[in-house]
């Protein structure tokens, strides 16, 4: 029976004694000596040293193989992802975008939306008209390409969009409302079946419901828009029993079936805002943050974006009292578009380049983030190329 | 001199403070210090010799073997990385190289031995001198690499890892090698007991 060692080898006991005795011996003094001489007499030259190419630390092959490999894939898949979302400038022009996510056009699996087209979103979605105009889609978002062959033209018809322009406005239309954003702002518009929440990120957006035109800009409070078939929301907390309604104040709730004279309070600072001298958008300095896009669930915080506690929260899904008094917000959003945060990509990476701290939020519950986080084209706030190297990027794929 | 025997006995397990001193031993000997390459050569003459003894059978070829390994350590020293700590198993690894040269000599020659001249013993008990025999002729059965494991793991006591190290294995692979020459060894004493 063999016996396992604790080194795990068999014990052969047999053979492992006779081998023992066979074990040779140390040399003899004089077989020993008589080697040395036999040796040290014939002592040469020695060979040089192997020269090491360039100086370069000896490496492993696998060490070398596993960084150009992964290098390799890093080039292959950074070319298909920028290759598809940076479309031509004619993409935007056309009205044609290409969507980077898993996406239903008109039912059947795709990337390509093409005006008088249906996008669904399945996960969390980029979209990209050329180099102009992103749109970041969640889960569930469906929208209609509605453009014309000069202007971008998007119908939100569910769900979370962020949308970020910079070469161009865009135009977004909804149940009882439609919004223009301007060329260098961003915003999010959240559409469900009681309301329509719409927020400026950066630069203004200005929406036009009820025959009323409103700005809205980065400072600017959430406007909820309900939906026309649904009950009017008459101002007090959780009145419709939706949380977003729950938390915005009740003079942020347009109506469309009320007169303009019960419009909102916030509505109210919203234009006043528009009035004011201060909010005039001036060229923000290179290096100055702006302020970043607000990601669902996360906060983006700018280095100087933010005189209080650099925070924005974005209302309707993140109830917190601070959206609706608006103390948090974002001071450094009162020259959105100043920061020209462009974008594309925009303001996150702009205010990761410039700030250096932008904090999106996970790609799971953010695409607009993370996407605002790839930004392709160069941030008029960042300064320098430098500052797509800001931190706090993710890259969405 | 001293200094050379303070790196490990002949035929014994090196420690990791021999390696080191055998590794300070090599930078010296890539300068060209003849004196530490004296000191490498009393240190590892021994097991090196009872490595060749073993692979090739004869004290003769041994000595042809072992003198070259050195001629060639001293020739390429500037060679070895020092700083690894390896300096035995790149001895070992020349030994190796020259012990191969040698069975292709002989094989050109049409000189291969029978058998393996192992150590002697000096017992006379007739029946545990026949199991050596035996063992002997069965070593020489052996595959090269069983035998060189055998060799390396009960001649020159090194541990798997070393090994391993020296036949450009891995320590499962040379636990796998054992194992199974033992098994063969066992087979064969057994087999041939009256």
Redesign the interface.
């Known amino acids: 029976m063999l016996r396992l060692r604790p080194d795990h080898t068999f014990e052969f006991q047999l053979v492992e004694t006779l081998l023992a005795q066979l074990e040779p011996g140390p040399l003899t003094e004089s077989h020993r000596a008589a080697l040395h001489a036999r040796i040290f007499s014939r002592i040469g030259a020695q060979e040089p040293p192997l020269p090491r190419p360039g100086g370069l630390p000896r490496l492993r092959p696998a060490w070398i193989a596993i960084p150009a490999g992964v290098g390799i894939a890093a080039a292959i898949v950074a070319a298909t992802h920028y290759g598809g979302l940076t479309g031509g400038a004619d993409d935007a022009q056309s009205g044609h975008s290409v969507a980077q996510g898993s996406v239903l056009i008109d039912g059947v699996r795709g990337s390509d939306l093409r005006p008088g087209q249906t996008l669904l979103t399945v996960s969390p979605t980029w979209l990209a008209f050329g180099a102009a105009v992103r749109i970041g889609l969640e889960p569930g978002a469906r929208i209609r390409n509605e453009s014309d062959g000069a202007h971008i033209q998007l119908r939100i018809l569910t769900g979370h969009v962020t949308v970020a322009a910079q070469g161009g406005g865009v135009t977004l239309i909804g149940e009882g409302w439609s919004a223009v954003v301007a060329s260098g702002s961003a915003g999010t518009v959240t559409v469900t079946e009681a309301q329509t929440v719409i927020q400026a990120m950066e630069g203004n957006i200005v929406v036009q419901s009820n025959g009323r035109s409103h700005t809205l800009m980065a400072n600017s409070p959430a406007l909820v828009v309900p939906a026309p078939a649904t009950q009017p929301v008459s101002g007090g907390a959780g009145a419709t029993g939706d949380p977003a309604g729950a938390t915005l104040p009740a003079g942020n709730v347009i109506n469309p079936g009320v007169t303009p004279a019960a419009a909102p309070r916030a509505l109210a600072n919203a234009e006043a805002a528009d009035e004011n001298p201060s909010d005039v958008p001036t060229p923000v300095p290179s290096g100055q943050p702006a302020a970043t896009p607000a990601s669902e669930g996360g906060t983006a915080r700018g280095a100087s974006a933010s005189s209080g506690n650099g925070q924005l929260e974005q209302p309707g899904l993140q109830p917190t009292p601070a959206v609706a008094g608006g103390s948090s917000r974002a001071s450094g959003s009162q020259r959105p578009a100043s920061a020209g945060t462009p974008a594309t990509g925009a303001g996150a990476s702009g205010a990761a380049a410039a700030g250096g701290n932008a904090n999106p939020a996970s790609p799971a519950t953010d695409p607009p983030a993370n996407n605002a986080g790839t930004n392709h084209g160069p941030s008029p706030a960042a300064g320098s190329p430098s500052s797509e190297g800001g931190t706090g990027r993710q890259t969405k794929r | 001199m001293q200094d050379a025997w303070s790196l490990g006995a002949?035929?014994r397990s090196g420690t990791a403070g021999a390696a080191e001193h055998l590794d300070e031993f090599a930078s010296r000997v890539?300068r060209?210090d003849?004196s530490a390459?004296?000191a490498i050569?009393?240190a590892l003459?021994?097991e090196l010799?009872?490595y060749a003894?073993?692979q090739c059978g004869t004290d003769v070829d041994a000595?042809d073997i072992?003198?070259n390994v050195?001629?060639r350590a001293?020739?390429?020293?500037?060679?070895y990385?020092v700083g690894s700590q390896n300096y035995r198993a790149w001895m070992y690894g020349i030994a190796r190289n020259e012990i191969r040269n040698h069975w292709r000599r002989q094989l050109r020659m049409g000189s291969l031995p029978d058998n393996y001249d192992?150590?002697e013993?000096s017992?006379s008990e007739p029946d545990?001198e026949r199991?050596?025999a035996r063992?002997?002729a069965a070593i020489a059965r052996l595959t090269p690499d069983q035998r060189e494991v055998?060799v390396l793991r009960?001649?020159n006591n090194r541990s798997?890892a070393e090994i391993g190290m020296i036949m450009g294995k891995r320590e499962g692979s040379i636990?796998a090698l054992?194992?199974r020459a033992?098994?063969q060894?066992?087979k064969a004493?057994?087999d041939a007991a009256p």
């Open positions: 002949p035929g890539a060209g003849r390459f004296e050569y009393f003459v021994d010799h009872a003894r073993s000595d072992v003198a050195f001629l001293w020739q390429y020293g500037r060679r990385r192992l150590a013993s017992s545990t199991a050596r063992l002997r055998i009960y001649f798997h636990r054992q194992h033992l098994r060894l066992q004493v057994r």
